[in-house]
């Protein structure tokens, strides 16, 4: 159980007038033993966040720190790897050529299991965890369905002795009948080995779902964090109000029509001042006062419940 | 395991079996002819020079007199060694500069792929004789030649195939687990990428076989006294008036042997690859529920579809999807059809609009658009009545335009044929359309390709696209599946818009019960290829009575779903439609089932006020006013049934 | 990731320079390219082990006579003015003297090179024209597993005609059109049917694997989704075909294209050997076995600049058929 903080991360692909800074000195804190929820859409940089902590992808600025120690470049720590990660397609996150068994042993820490019988424990007792018999291990991955998969490759994250495991978008290939069994072992998971975990999803009712404290990426930048029941409740970043009109399916009702017909923003290019302000409610586009938001990007304000907008309800401005 | 079976499925095609035995012989001869025929390929004879071919000498005598037919069987070891050293040495260097990039970083590695880049635009032969001018002419210096001119096309395909499997999800998973580079390279790495690298190395020393009988035959392989059937080729064509046979037999060697090579070669990479199917055998006929009596359809009716089938030929005979489909949609009206992947929803959409390819088959008691019957209709009248009044929305907006046309012209296009209009005026209606569907700078974008527009404008580019006509009706399948969440909003937002403003009815397929819920004005539930519900979306909260229904709504969290408790799930997994069960399909999942609904499907029944389910036990939920609080009531039922199950046996059931 | 915003700029600026840099590009890859070319065709002299002038006068050629060649050929001075002389040379088109016979390079080179080009030219000509109809067709005839006898026929046809290579189908045209039947000539360049045998020796092979190359890309293409959209417009299936399907399984196949043109471009060595064309495989074959190495540095330069030009109109070609191309590359 430990705590898993971002320092001004920033993550950056490419170079020259291709680059693309897909994260932008974000701050985020995942608590010890709580889960904390990343939601934005594609572009947003959530992906990025996730492959730079796991030692995917390397930060190009900042620091990411277990309990208050830097990870190294490969995302070790003494000599560990204390960081898991579950991906989004099941159908690509396991060698098609290695048994069940075999994969999730190959994660196994040399000083977890030594010797072959101990190994094989090891592997069974990964799978009951998982809710898979233990004869499973001599399976292929193709011999099983998307959702049996995600279970293999949460087996294999949990191989690790992870303090944090980082699951990104681990329902979103599977059929909603599935999803469910999915989300449920998660959460069974988390409360019973008390880890700590940053769950990354586009959907904001499965995120709701499974988290402690929501983190709503735009454009690489968070732009509001907090505890989950806040941040859903009382949304303060218009960003987030339109993704959870989004989700409730209320979307768009009185929208002006500047900001309906409004383009999402090219990660390449993005806008000067605040990310949000070409497509905001809020913002210039409704009230041609605000130039502020083109001029300026807006620090978080608030304490538990931080938000990024020079106009947002209770900030600072 | 499994790619045993593969590789002895390959041996057991005609095309794979014949190859292989070939490439044995082949093979065989390479090793057996210099021990047989040694000899008598030496023999000189003073008194048979340059003699044609005959029945002592089959090939004729070259001009010290030996037997060319035994010269060229004794050639095969020569020829077949040499080819097989150069194809390793290839394969080796390949090898090293293919998986260079893997192991020396990014930049280095980059290097080397941009080294390996131009040197493959250089033709084999070309890179062969340069080399050959380096290490002189002979034997050796043509391995090497051969060996190296052979390397970059085999490092690129390495490169290829090895970068396309380290960018799996699996690797990136063995680099957090902390294996290291050499080892993701030797154990997850290069066993994916093996038999496509073994497939090639065989081709290639096919090809390896004929560059050396080319280099041989131009003088700057093999050097005398030595022999292959390139040299042997190029002595025959000095004499060809003379002898045909001495140019044609060892020429006629070389193809025998490359073509075995590169057949054996062709043969395992297509019986690797994807499995083509077998042939399409003729629908069996099975029993069906009782139909209702067709009743004339309404006037106000637009599509009227029953009994609608889709089938596709499958290695056991035929898999039917879509197995029997009957809906109606009205003028104005908007349906939506949802159900799980495999429940052939999008292949009733693509049904409907005539778009199902062979080998496909569709069938249906009736398929009525628009007062005309698409199964009788003529290929000309089908094509203007759906070319106008009918129009497509396809999941994908990225792959769904053209990438080689402007977005303008491929709306424009639609005008043209149908309407009859000119080139400016149907670029003007496009520009329109575009407007319509709020393109912003219309005019602009419309001279654009698809690659410049983004993912959401795209797909309201390919709504204007069907507005380029007056439709009637939209198919729209999974048109936001491909989207951000508030881009969805503004796909659905639009589609509303129009069939306020153009009363276009709209029928909408998607996986997501609650995308369906917010447009629709009637939803039907499709499971395993055929409707189990047919309901008003007002009412799916309330009054739905098919379990999986219920189930599908209960499944997936909302934003008032109650944390503290687990989800519904759904035990089990979609039915498979290859083998639908013999009852209901929806029985192996079901709470409620029983023997009967294991052995018999239940029929889809209408009740008084047109909704309908199919059921045995779709009475236990009715009538809807027992339901007077929201979901509470199933949704409590199938959490205390289900989720107990789940916790205890849930994964079992998955299996 | 797409421009998703409107640029900036008006749009024939932004077109402009997405060619532009197209053209920047292309242009310091082709000078990379060239240089590459360049050094190692120099190289190649010199990575040959002993003695080229003694090699190539043989071992009883007079020390004196092998010393002054060396002096007059500059093998004598340090490497890396041996290089700069060379690169000189070749920008005034000097590109050296023949051991042998004592006549520039660049005037042997002169006198043979039209044969091959027309000789590639015509048969590359040639095998476009036939293939592209015809793997179009055959992907027409034979999709969605149609028509099996008609595929098992085109793809085992294709497969042996793509395995039998250049120099022995020109045996194989000789014994049967000049030796049998007598219509075309042995060898030699001498008037209109004396091309006949070469051009088709030579564009058989690439046109068989072009039409099956065409086959398969334009079955991929027939499976792509804007297919469907083209088919849900429901235009005609000519207007489909031409205008959807043709030019996306083109971009594919030119990539291969160039490759095949560039190999034909070498296949001509082999051919004109058969042939006793003319050309500079004629003189590269002999002048390799004659160990007459500045001829073979300078046919080798022409083949492989040959080449190079080739890749760049594939590149040229793929940039105006496919507007991503420009963009995409990096």
């Known amino acids: 159980m430990s705590e898993l903080t971002f320092e001004n991360v920033s993550v950056r692909y490419g170079t020259g007038r291709r680059a693309l800074t897909a994260v932008e000195g974000v701050d985020l804190t995942v608590p010890a033993g709580s889960v904390v929820g990343l939601v934005g859409e594609s572009g947003s940089g959530k992906s990025s966040l996730a492959r730079a902590a796991v030692g995917l992808h390397p930060v190009s600025a900042g620091r990411i720190l277990l309990d208050g120690r830097p990870l190294r470049r490969d995302g070790r720590v003494d000599g560990r790897r204390p960081l898991q990660m579950v991906f989004q397609d099941p159908y690509s996150s396991l060698d098609p050529r290695m048994t069940i068994g075999a994969s999730i042993a190959e994660a196994l820490p040399r000083e977890v299991a030594r010797g072959s019988a101990a190994r094989r424990d090891e592997v069974a007792r990964l799978l009951a965890l998982v809710d898979l018999g233990a004869e499973r291990a001599a399976s292929y991955p193709g011999q099983l369905s998307g959702g049996q998969r995600q279970r293999v490759a949460l087996a294999r994250a949990l191989a690790g002795r992870p303090e944090v495991v980082i699951a990104d978008e681990i329902t979103s290939a599977l059929d909603v009948s599935i999803q469910g069994t999915v989300l449920n072992l998660v959460r069974d998971l988390q409360r019973r080995l008390r880890l700590s975990m940053l769950f990354i999803s586009h959907d904001l009712a499965v995120v709701r779902y499974v988290a402690d404290h929501v983190a709503v990426m735009y454009l690489g930048r968070i732009v509001e964090f907090g505890p989950a029941e806040q941040v859903l409740g009382e949304p303060r970043h218009p960003y987030t109000r339109e993704l959870l009109a989004a989700a409730g399916r209320t979307a768009g009702a009185g929208l002006p029509a500047a900001v309906a017909d409004a383009e999402p923003a090219d990660p390449h290019h993005p806008p000067p001042g605040c990310r949000f302000h070409p497509r905001c409610p809020v913002g210039p586009l409704v009230h041609a006062d605000r130039t502020v938001c083109r001029e300026r990007e807006p620090a978080p304000t608030g304490d538990r419940h931080r938000t990024a907008c020079h106009f947002a309800p209770g900030g600072a401005m | ?655 | 990731m797409t421009s998703a915003t409107a640029p900036s700029g008006p749009l024939a600026a932004l077109a402009g320079n997405a060619w532009l840099r197209f053209a920047a590009r292309r242009l310091g890859r082709l000078l990379v390219s060239v240089w590459v070319l360049l050094t190692f065709a120099f190289l190649m002299i010199h990575l040959i082990p002993g003695d080229p002038v003694r090699a190539a006068l043989g071992v009883s050629a007079p020390a004196e006579l092998v010393e002054a060649r060396r002096e007059a050929l500059g093998l004598n001075d340090p490497l890396w003015q041996q290089y700069a002389d060379y690169l000189r040379g070749l920008l005034h088109g000097d590109l050296g003297t023949s051991m042998l016979t004592g006549l520039p390079v660049s005037q042997t080179i002169g006198e043979r090179l039209p044969a091959t080009v027309e000789l590639a030219g015509l048969a590359f000509a040639g095998a476009a024209l036939v293939s592209v109809p015809l793997g179009l067709l055959m992907a027409v005839l034979t999709r969605g597993g149609r028509r099996r006898p008609v595929e098992l026929a085109f793809t085992s046809g294709s497969v042996v005609l793509a395995v039998v290579p250049e120099f022995l189908l020109a045996v194989g045209l000789v014994y049967v059109f000049s030796v049998e039947l007598g219509w075309a000539p042995v060898a030699m360049r001498q008037g209109a049917d004396s091309y006949v045998l070469p051009v088709l020796a030579l564009a058989v092979g690439p046109a068989a694997i072009l039409a099956r190359i065409l086959r398969v890309e334009t079955l991929g293409v027939l499976q792509a989704e804007y297919v469907r959209t083209a088919r849900a417009k429901r235009l005609p299936d000519p207007k489909v075909y031409l205008r959807h399907v043709l030019p996306n399984a083109l971009t594919a196949t030119i990539t291969l294209g160039g490759l095949l043109l560039s190999t034909m471009v070498a296949g001509t060595v082999l051919v004109e050997n058969v042939f006793a064309w003319p050309g500079l495989g004629g003189t590269i074959v002999g002048s390799i076995l004659a160990k007459d190495y500045p001829v073979v540095q300078g046919v080798v330069l022409v083949y492989g600049l040959g080449v190079l030009l080739v890749n760049l109109l594939v590149d040229v070609a793929l940039a105006l058929l496919d507007p991503r191309s420009t963009i995409r590359e990096s």
């Open chain 2, 1 to 655: 395991m499994t790619w045993r079976a593969r590789w002895l499925g390959v041996l057991r095609t005609p095309v794979g079996a014949s190859a292989a035995a070939l490439l044995g012989a082949v093979l065989l001869l390479a090793v057996l002819a210099p021990v047989l025929w040694g000899a008598r390929a030496e023999a000189m004879d003073t008194a048979q020079i340059l003699r044609p071919a005959s029945g002592a000498h089959w090939a004729g005598t070259d001009g010290l007199g030996r037997d060319i037919f035994a010269r060229v069987l004794v050639a095969t070891g020569t020829s077949v060694r040499l080819a097989l050293a150069a194809t390793a040495l290839a394969v080796a260097a390949g090898l090293v500069l293919g998986t260079a990039p893997l192991l020396l970083g990014v930049r280095l590695g980059r290097l080397v792929t941009a080294v390996v880049h131009i040197a493959v635009a250089f033709p084999g032969i070309l890179l062969a004789l340069s080399f050959a001018v380096v290490f002189g002419a002979g034997a050796r210096g043509a391995v090497l030649a051969i060996g190296f001119a052979g390397a970059p096309s085999f490092a690129r395909l390495t490169q290829t195939l090895t970068a396309a499997v380290a960018n799996r999800d699996f690797v990136a998973a063995a680099r957090i687990a902390g294996v290291g580079r050499v080892r993701v390279l030797l154990r997850h790495v290069l066993p994916n990428v093996g038999e496509p690298l073994v497939v090639n190395a065989t081709i290639g020393a096919g090809g390896a076989l004929l560059a050396f009988a080319g280099l041989s035959f131009l003088g700057l392989g093999v050097q005398p006294p030595g022999y292959d059937w390139g040299r042997l080729l190029g002595e025959g064509l000095n004499g060809i008036y003379l002898n045909p046979a001495a140019a044609l037999i060892p020429g006629a060697a070389v193809v025998v042997a490359g073509l075995a090579f590169n057949m054996f070669g062709e043969a395992v990479a297509k019986g690797l690859g994807v499995p083509t199917g077998g042939t399409f055998r003729s629908l069996g006929r099975r029993a069906e529920p009782a139909p209702a009596a067709v009743a004339p359809a309404p006037s106000d009716v637009l599509l009227n579809v029953e009994e609608l089938r889709v089938s596709f030929p499958g290695k056991d005979g035929p898999v039917t999807p879509v197995r029997g489909v009957s809906l109606t949609v009205r003028r104005g009206e908007t349906v939506g059809i949802v159900g799980e992947s495999g429940s052939g929803k999008s292949l009733t959409a693509l049904a409907i609009a005539q778009l199902i390819e062979q080998p496909g088959r569709v069938g249906a008691r009736r398929l009525d658009f628009l007062g005309a019957d698409l199964l009788t209709a003529g290929p000309r009248t089908l094509r203007r009545l759906l070319g106008t009044s009918l129009a497509m929305v396809f999941q994908d907006p990225a792959t769904s335009f053209n990438p080689t046309r402007r977005i303008g012209t491929q709306l424009a296009e639609v005008a043209r044929e149908h309407l009859g209009a000119g080139r400016r005026a149907a670029h003007e209606r496009a520009v329109d359309r575009l407007q319509a569907v709020h393109i912003p700078a219309a005019r602009r974008r419309a001279r654009q390709f698809p690659h410049e527009f983004s993912g959401g404008m795209r797909q309201r580019a390919m709504i204007g696209m069907g507005l380029m006509g007056s439709p009637q009706l939209i198919i729209a399948d999974e048109p936001t599946t491909a989207l951000d969440v508030t881009v969805q909003q503004r796909v659905l937002r639009l589609l509303a818009e129009l069939r306020a403003a153009e009363g276009v009815a709209i029928l909408l397929i998607s996986h997501d019960i609650g995308v369906i819920e917010q447009v629709c004005d009637r939803v039907l539930v499709m499971y395993a290829g055929r409707i189990v519900e047919d309901l008003p979306a007002a009412e799916l909260r309330s009054a739905a009575r098919h379990p999986y229904t219920r189930a599908l709504l209960a499944a997936v969290p909302d934003l008032a779903t109650d944390r503290d408790r687990p989800l519904p799930v759904i035990p089990g997994r979609p039915a498979d439609p290859a083998a639908p069960p013999p009852g209901c399909a929806f029985a192996p999942r079901c709470p409620l089932a029983d023997d009967h609904c294991l052995t018999e499907d239940p029929a889809l029944v209408s009740d008084d006020a047109g909704r309908r389910v199919a059921c045995w036990h779709a009475d236990r939920y009715s009538p809807p006013s027992a339901f007077a609080l929201h979901t509470n009531t199933h949704g409590a039922y199938l959490c205390a049934e289900q989720s107990e199950a789940v916790v205890t046996a849930g994964p079992e059931h998955e299996a």
